[in-house]
């Protein structure tokens, strides 16, 4: 089975605070997400990477930076944590799908962070 | 996101009662993708369309892309408390390597 892995399931932290959601996935996937879910707002992306060292903007980037050094990890960054950053991080994997689109996500179980 | 709009927001069913769930997008849909997720959990992958007019079936949940490829549909048969959950319509709507989502249906099952 697929699995994606996120490195905290609940963190809470301080308004200023560098923050690091790690993710990690074992099926040699080129694409990778990090999203965002708030209440009434669906999952927004935040940014993508379709491969090592490659990054793209999302739809809601500000406040936010990615790095992917290797290609089964992809690690999302707040340089300085607000509490208007309160939410559910999801990420997820992907290989290309036929059309040229992503393919089927694969999706971690969450990180919930609480920003104080 | 705004470009996809899913119906209804909530949705509260009795047990053994079937329901729909709507998916509009205002572009065209390259590839169409229901999620499920129980409540502070990721996403769990349903189903995905991609030709107009398709339709598929897992267990007792329908889904189906119409012909112009711009609404689809989640159909539930009988359902069932273990239906319950956030339902998630995503869609790839241009040729390239991001998924757009829906706001998502919650969906509650009474017994």
């Known amino acids: 089975d697929v699995k994606v892995t996120q490195s905290s399931r609940y963190l809470v932290k301080r308004t200023g605070e560098k923050v690091f959601l790690e993710c990690v996935q074992d099926?040699?996937?080129?694409?990778m997400f990090w999203y965002r879910q708030d209440p009434g707002l669906g999952l927004r992306l935040i940014y993508f990477s379709y491969d090592v060292k490659m990054k793209e903007k999302g739809d809601i980037p500000e406040g936010y930076s990615v790095s992917r050094e290797k290609k089964e990890r992809f690690s999302l960054i707040l340089e300085s944590a607000s509490t208007n950053q309160t939410s559910m991080y999801l990420c997820?994997?992907?290989?290309?799908?036929?059309?040229?689109?992503?393919?089927?996500?694969?999706f971690g179980e969450g990180s919930r962070l609480t920003v104080l | 996101s705004q470009e996809l709009e899913q119906s209804p927001q909530s949705l509260i069913v009795q047990e053994g009662k079937n329901l729909t769930i709507n998916c509009t997008s205002s572009?065209?849909?390259?590839?169409l993708y229901w999620y499920k997720q129980k409540y502070g959990e990721g996403l769990i992958f349903l189903m995905m369309?991609?030709?107009?007019?398709e339709e598929k079936s897992h267990e007792k949940i329908t889904a189906k892309l119409d012909e112009k490829k711009q609404q689809s549909s989640l159909h539930i048969t009988a359902s069932q408390p273990s239906h319950a959950g956030i339902y998630l319509c995503?869609?790839?709507?241009?040729?390239?390597?991001?998924?757009?989502f829906g706001a998502g249906t919650i969906l509650r099952v009474k017994s």
């Open positions: 997820a994997s992907s290989f290309w799908g036929l059309a040229g689109g992503p393919g089927e996500l694969f």
């Open positions: 099926m040699d996937h080129e694409n």
């Open positions: 369309l991609q030709k107009g007019g």
């Open positions: 995503g869609a790839d709507m241009e040729y390239g390597n991001k998924l757009v």
């Open positions: 572009k065209t849909l390259y590839g």
